[in-house]
């Protein structure tokens, strides 16, 4: 038995591999292009389970070798471009990866359905960024809310998002959809907007915030996604959706000034830097679906998720 993870060399994929094979002892197959993001030295072999093969989602013959020849039971897809920064000054990577990339796995399913493992699931990894921006503090998204991405980047997630459905209602694939929030933990790219609070405060020095700071996200701790992949793996149902929270709604500014008190940081390192094009205001997840339907909910509090993040990053700068 073996599942086919892509983009397991990312932050969230690289994680799940390490819950996943800790959890059930099976194989996994790592496809990963290798890209400025991938954590490469450290996620190559995972406690023995874990083969990676170095390749491109859109290369389809390398893609039909293990999701037909050796008949994997399931493909979890991560592999994605994903700054939104990057997406703003260069989209044509993210509508190629995350769009053209998947639809090839589609289309690899698709056409090889009646040759794949009997019980083949195919779990698509999103982000609650498809939704859009709350523009205030009340309401939060469900699985039904509207799609309406503000970054090239979101409406690549949402042009996938889209072709899997669409090819669960035309073909009747086993596909799932999950949207997350934000994610943090370890084996973050330090670019993303914890590691960057982090790695600058440990070196004095000036940690940039959008705007005025106030826009806001729901946390999620890696390791409790990864959790409730494994659930959806094991429970979820065909042409469903799940959204996956953390129940940490916090605005920049005050996770910023949460992290330097943590550090024993002076709030005087944060510096307000001009808001990003498009910057959505307020994400907020409604996870009761996949609370009351497979019985998760995220496990870490807050504080205790951002310690064990701080002290990863600090750690990996000694």
Same mark, same amino acid.
């Given at each position: 038995?073996?599942?086919?993870?892509?983009?397991?060399?990312?932050?969230?994929?690289?994680?799940?591999?390490?819950?996943?094979?800790?959890?059930?002892?099976? /194989?996994?197959?790592? $496809?990963?292009?290798?890209?400025?993001?991938?954590?490469?030295?450290?996620?190559?072999?995972?406690?023995?389970?874990?083969?990676?093969?170095?390749?491109?989602?859109?290369? !389809?013959?390398?893609?039909? &070798?293990?999701?037909?020849?050796?008949?994997?039971?399931?493909?979890?897809?991560?592999?994605? +471009?994903?700054?939104?920064?990057?997406?703003? !000054?260069?989209?044509?990577?993210?509508?190629?990866?995350?769009?053209?990339?998947?639809?090839?796995?589609?289309?690899?399913?698709?056409?090889?359905?009646?040759?794949?493992?009997?019980?083949?699931?195919?779990?698509?990894?999103?982000?609650?960024?498809?939704? @859009?921006?709350? +523009?205030?503090?009340? @309401?939060?998204?469900?699985?039904?809310?509207?799609?309406?991405?503000?970054?090239?980047?979101?409406?690549?997630?949402?042009?996938?998002?889209?072709?899997?459905?669409?090819?669960? #209602?035309?073909?009747?694939? %086993?596909?799932?959809?999950?949207?997350?929030?934000? #994610?943090?933990?370890?084996? &973050?790219? &330090?670019?993303?907007?914890?590691?960057?609070?982090?790695?600058?405060?440990?070196?004095?020095?000036?940690?940039?915030?959008?705007?005025?700071?106030?826009?806001?996200? *729901? =946390?999620?701790?890696? +390791? *409790?996604?990864?959790?409730?992949?494994?659930?959806? $793996?094991?429970? @979820? !149902?065909?042409?469903? !959706?799940?959204?996956?929270?953390?129940?940490?709604?916090?605005? #920049?500014?005050?996770?910023?000034?949460?992290?330097?008190?943590?550090?024993?940081? %002076? +709030?005087? $390192?944060?510096?307000?830097?001009?808001? /990003?094009? @498009?910057?959505?205001? /307020?994400?907020?997840? *409604?996870?009761?679906?996949?609370?009351?339907?497979?019985? =998760?909910? %995220?496990?870490?509090?807050?504080?205790?998720?951002? $310690?064990?993040?701080?002290?990863?990053?600090?750690?990996?700068?000694?």
């Amino acid at each position: 038995m073996a599942i086919l993870v892509t983009g397991g060399c990312g932050f969230i994929g690289s994680n799940f591999i390490r819950y996943f094979t800790e959890r059930y002892k099976e /194989r996994v197959y790592n $496809l990963d292009k290798i890209t400025y993001a991938a954590s490469y030295s450290e996620n190559v072999h995972i406690n023995g389970y874990c083969n990676l093969v170095i390749g491109d989602i859109c290369d !389809k013959k390398l893609l039909t &070798q293990f999701i037909v020849n050796d008949k994997i039971r399931a493909v979890v897809h991560f592999a994605a +471009e994903s700054h939104v920064d990057n997406s703003i !000054k260069d989209s044509m990577p993210f509508v190629k990866t995350n769009v053209v990339g998947t639809v090839n796995l589609l289309e690899i399913v698709k056409d090889n359905i009646d040759n794949l493992h009997k019980d083949f699931k195919f779990i698509h990894i999103s982000t609650d960024e498809v939704y @859009g921006s709350l +523009e205030g503090p009340e @309401g939060s998204f469900t699985e039904e809310t509207r799609y309406d991405p503000r970054s090239p980047y979101s409406a690549s997630k949402a042009a996938s998002d889209h072709f899997v459905m669409a090819y669960y #209602n035309t073909y009747k694939l %086993p596909l799932i959809i999950t949207n997350c929030s934000n #994610n943090y933990g370890p084996f &973050q790219h &330090q670019e993303k907007f914890i590691p960057t609070i982090i790695s600058k405060a440990l070196k004095n020095e000036k940690i940039p915030v959008y705007g005025n700071g106030m826009n806001v996200r *729901d =946390w999620l701790y890696v +390791e *409790d996604h990864c959790e409730a992949i494994c659930d959806v $793996l094991e429970k @979820g !149902k065909f042409g469903e !959706k799940y959204n996956i929270g953390g129940n940490n709604e916090i605005s #920049n500014i005050d996770l910023a000034k949460k992290i330097l008190k943590l550090m024993n940081k %002076p +709030e005087s $390192l944060i510096e307000y830097v001009t808001d /990003r094009p @498009g910057h959505d205001f /307020r994400y907020s997840i *409604d996870n009761s679906k996949i609370v009351n339907e497979l019985n =998760w909910s %995220p496990r870490t509090d807050f504080d205790a998720g951002l $310690l064990k993040t701080i002290n990863f990053y600090t750690l990996r700068n000694l």
